[in-house]
């Protein structure tokens, strides 16, 4: 390679290093003392790692500390002795006035909600109509000694009612690990002098002192700061710290500085990575930015879409059933006279409008779903969860991790023009290899590229010097090195691009050494900046050729360099991504993009996975300045969303929802619980923070948005399995009651013994319990499904009647060909074997949009249970148990004449279906 130092001579010619002593005698004695000692805590520093590593005997380690120490001792003992300190301008609240503010402001704690009790729970839970539907149901069937039948339905919403608890139980789970991350001690002023104090006692008006290391106990507005970093990324997800500046009392902040971005705001749950402050307290408890996230997660969940389908459904069968069973029961009373006996019909007709087994459908369909997924890296915590993971037609997600590698790799290694030059990564990847001190995510992602060269760089020939650590102040690290091939000592400098600049005087460019005239410094801007708008964090490069017979150097040697050229670093985009979002949109779920990361890279990433940002790109700002009418537009329009904090997202998700979507979202920070529990759906992974993994139903084992796809097809599956029940059940049931109400006008006796209904209910209901393996044709799993009770209902209303057709045909064969009029027990038992065979086998007509048995067939298990409760159907009247259910044997004519009649059904069912499925689609469209 070129060497970069092959004209360092004439340089050092023109530009002189500058030492330490030359820069301090121009010091105030307090600056020249300060600088030693820096100066010695650093090498004091790098001696000991160079000594750790026997590359320096520890005697010449302490000789040469010991020189330096006399250079400390003797710009200190020119230090005057200090004037005593005034009382500060700012003392702070008095012990007195902090009391008061505590009882009017209440203690300083993340979250003060009281937590439900048990009690109150069971309650809620059992105001469900179907739970309650349910309850009464198990009791009628315990009054006319079904117990069986009693003990399953009651049984069933037990198991509800105690998974509802459950689910609800851990939202303060939730809630409270995050009051649990913040508890510390903070020290303020009181009374004109510093105290420390436990966290929770901190109110507004305090003053608190903050250093690195310290949690920001509040949000508090800085007042005075001095090289003050902070990491919020568990409020916003960035993870590199940002710079905080003091603001003057009143004054407004910068245009694109608000919420979150307020660089004279900190807040609370935050912490200090280094240099320090003084700050007011503005905000405590729960009305800090922290706290309004763990009041969020103590608040009741939002209904989901299932939970509001299930409520509605169960309302529709509600109402069916006030109209039809007073009008069974006062009917045959009137006809019967038997009061009793018709109230007993009445009770039996309502058991059988009601779907039962709908629960237990449900429970066996969604475990099963759980299984499957669990194979495909999905964890389900919580069931009816997959059934809205099939119904969501918007995924929001954030972009980091999800879209990208959520890995900082080394993209260009670049000279001053722009070129990419090995002798840049060669430079740079010594500086983060040698360097002593600790490695950030740049420097790895350098020594991962440079490993990635193999032989082209040989870092051995290279042998450590000295170095001068990075601090947040300078923004740029250098270590000294010399080549064992040319024997030369080399400073190698890398740092922020605009720090590095301001230390150079020369760059480098094919090999050739020339000043940095005004010409160069604008191009060296322009290329910066263009990799800036193009989403790379840029670092600069730049070297000198220094003394070799030196052992120390400073920050003063960090001059007259030679720029020799740019690091750009980016998270790349996941190969897998832009299949993944198309695939996406392919099964009709619309992505959005909401992150805390600038609009810049966002946008650039965006663009590198081929994804449509919708009309434009919207950052938190914007959000922060719109209407609720106008959010709700943008969210329709805008698929990109940056640089938003935590309750923005939850915001965003919330608009969504009320605009009628099915919502999921994809997160795994603390910033993401909100959002997370706001959605129909909340998705994390694995590796995410406790609290977002309490906040979500699905955990993912590897975040990946193909990972996701499985889960929605089974989704889709399941929630298409769950409906095939609801449709078949409750139009069968619906056809056979309106029979029941058409026969109890004109029959002198029961059309059906009360316990041939509930015979006839439990072996249909038992037909069906093999739904939940049933195929599911491939185009069901295009699109979104969600709940459409309209669509019930006309599955009902349509097809309920053709059922009731067959029926009254059935009525006239009893009645007129085998003179049943005076035979109650032939009528009875033909109607039963006719009922149940015909709405068992209509199951293999519902089940599917198509041609049953020539475009779609069920699964093994679903023909195989519906032919055995046929069969079991047929040999009941020839059983022993006939007398006891009040069957009798059917003339040899009836069964020829039945088959017909049911394949008639069959058929014209599967016209009435047809034409149901396709308004069913110009309704949707």
Not at 802 to 828: K, M
Request: aromatic content about 8%; some cysteine; charged content about 20%.
């Amino acid at each position: 390679m070129t060497d970069p130092t092959q004209q360092a001579a004439l340089k050092a010619a023109r530009h002189p290093a500058a030492s330490l002593e030359h820069e301090a005698a121009a010091l105030a004695p307090e600056e020249e003392f300060l600088k030693h000692l820096e100066h010695f805590a650093q090498k004091a520093n790098v001696f000991a790692t160079l000594a750790a590593k026997n590359k320096v005997a520890p005697y010449e380690a302490f000789a040469h500390l010991h020189t330096l120490w006399a250079e400390v001792e003797r710009t200190g003992a020119r230090l005057s002795e200090p004037v005593p300190l005034a009382k500060p301008a700012v003392a702070g609240l008095t012990t007195a006035e902090a009391r008061e503010r505590l009882r009017q402001y209440g203690l300083n704690q993340a979250g003060t909600s009281k937590r439900v009790t048990l009690a109150s729970r069971i309650v809620d839970a059992l105001k469900n109509p179907l739970v309650i539907l349910l309850f009464v149901l198990g009791g009628i069937s315990y009054a006319t000694d079904d117990v069986r039948s009693a003990v399953v339905i009651i049984g069933m919403a037990v198991l509800g009612v105690t998974l509802k608890v459950i689910q609800e139980a851990k939202a303060d789970t939730a809630a409270e690990q995050l009051k649990k991350m913040v508890h510390t001690t903070a020290t303020v002023l009181r009374d004109g002098g510093q105290l420390e104090i436990p966290m929770t006692e901190v109110v507004p008006g305090d003053m608190v002192l903050l250093a690195a290391g310290d949690m920001v106990p509040a949000d508090v507005q800085l007042v005075r700061a001095k090289d003050l970093h902070v990491n919020q990324a568990m409020l916003t997800g960035e993870a590199l710290p940002v710079e905080k500046v003091a603001r003057a009392p009143g004054q407004p902040p910068a245009e694109g500085e608000t919420g979150l971005g307020d660089l004279a705001m900190c807040f609370m749950g935050t912490n200090v990575v280094s240099g320090s402050a003084t700050a007011l307290v503005m905000a405590t408890g729960t009305r800090t930015y922290f706290g309004g996230i763990a009041a969020k997660l103590s608040e009741k969940r939002a209904e989901t879409d299932f939970d509001k389908g299930i409520k509605k459904f169960t309302m529709l069968m509600l109402r069916f059933m006030i109209v039809m069973v007073p009008f069974v029961f006062v009917i045959n009373g009137f006809t019967t006279g038997d009061w009793m006996g018709a109230f007993m019909f009445a009770l039996a007709v309502a058991v059988g409008l009601t779907p039962e087994m709908l629960p237990m459908v449900v429970t066996v369909c969604l475990s099963k779903g759980a299984l499957a997924m669990a194979k495909h890296k999905v964890i389900v915590k919580r069931l009816d969860a997959i059934q809205n993971f099939g119904a969501i037609d918007i995924l929001c997600t954030d972009k980091t991790g999800t879209l990208t590698q959520d890995k900082i790799i080394l993209e260009k290694y670049l000279d001053v023009t722009g070129e990419e030059d090995n002798s840049v990564l060669e430079y740079a990847y010594v500086n983060s290899t040698l360097q002593t001190g600790l490695r950030n995510a740049l420097d790895l992602a350098v020594i991962c590229s440079g490993d990635g060269v193999g032989t082209h760089i040989d870092p051995s020939r290279y042998e450590l010097l000295d170095e001068i650590p990075f601090d947040f102040m300078r923004r740029r690290l250098s270590v000294i090195v010399r080549d064992t091939h040319t024997g030369k000592a080399i400073l190698i400098c890398k740092g922020a691009a605009e720090e590095v600049f301001a230390q150079c005087c020369d760059c480098l460019h094919d090999g050739v050494i020339s000043p940095l005239d005004a010409v160069h410094r604008e191009t060296m801007q322009e290329l910066v900046h263009e990799l800036n708008d193009d989403g790379f964090r840029v670092v600069a490069l730049a070297f000198a050729e220094v003394d070799g017979s030196r052992h120390d150097f400073a920050v003063a040697d960090e001059c007259n360099l030679t720029l020799m050229g740019y690091l750009a670093f980016l998270d790349p985009p996941k190969d897998t991504a832009a299949d993944a979002l198309a695939a996406m949109l392919a099964l009709g779920i619309q992505p959005k993009i909401l992150t805390g990361d600038n609009a810049v890279i966002t946008a650039k990433i965006c663009r590198e996975v081929r994804f449509d940002a919708g009309d434009h790109l919207i950052t938190g700002e914007a959000v922060a300045a719109m209407s609720e009418a106008e959010l709700a537009e943008a969210v329709e329009i805008c698929h990109v969303f940056a640089k938003l904090d935590p309750m923005q997202k939850e915001a965003i998700v919330k608009a969504l929802r009320a605009r009628g979507h099915v919502v999921g979202f994809m997160g795994d920070g603390i910033n993401d619980a909100p959002a997370l529990r706001a959605a129909d759906i909340g998705i994390s992974v694995d590796s995410a923070v406790d609290v977002a993994k309490e906040s979500a139903d699905i955990i993912l084992l590897e975040k990946s948005l193909a990972v996701l796809e499985h889960g929605v097809a089974e989704g889709r599956k399941i929630f298409f399995n769950i409906t095939k029940y609801i449709r078949m059940g409750a139009s069968s049931n619906f056809g056979n009651m309106f029979s029941v109400l058409g026969a109890s006008a004109f029959l002198p006796f029961l059309p059906m013994l009360p316990i041939q209904i509930l015979v006839n209910n439990l072996m249909y209901d038992f037909s069906q319990t093999a739904i939940p393996t049933d195929n599911v044709d491939t185009d069901i799993v295009k699109q979104p499904r969600r709940w459409r009770i309209d669509d019930i209902r006309r599955y009902i209303l349509y097809l309920g009647p053709v059922s009731s057709l067959f029926d009254y045909v059935t009525f006239f064969i009893l009645l007129h060909v085998f003179g049943a009029w005076d035979n109650a027990a032939l009528f009875q038992t033909g109607w039963f074997i006719e009922s149940l065979l015909s709405q068992t086998l209509i199951v293999h007509v519902i089940r599917t949009d198509k041609i049953p048995f020539l475009q779609s067939r069920s699964s093994f298990m679903l023909g195989l249970t519906t032919l055995a409760i046929c069969a079991v159907g047929v040999w009941l009247p020839f059983s022993p148990l006939a007398g006891y259910f009040g069957l009798v044997v059917p003339p040899s004519g009836y069964w020829g004449l039945i088959a017909l009649v049911i394949f008639c059904y069959m058929c014209l069912a599967q016209i009435v279906k047809t034409w149901v499925v396709r308004r069913i689609a110009s309704c949707a469209n």
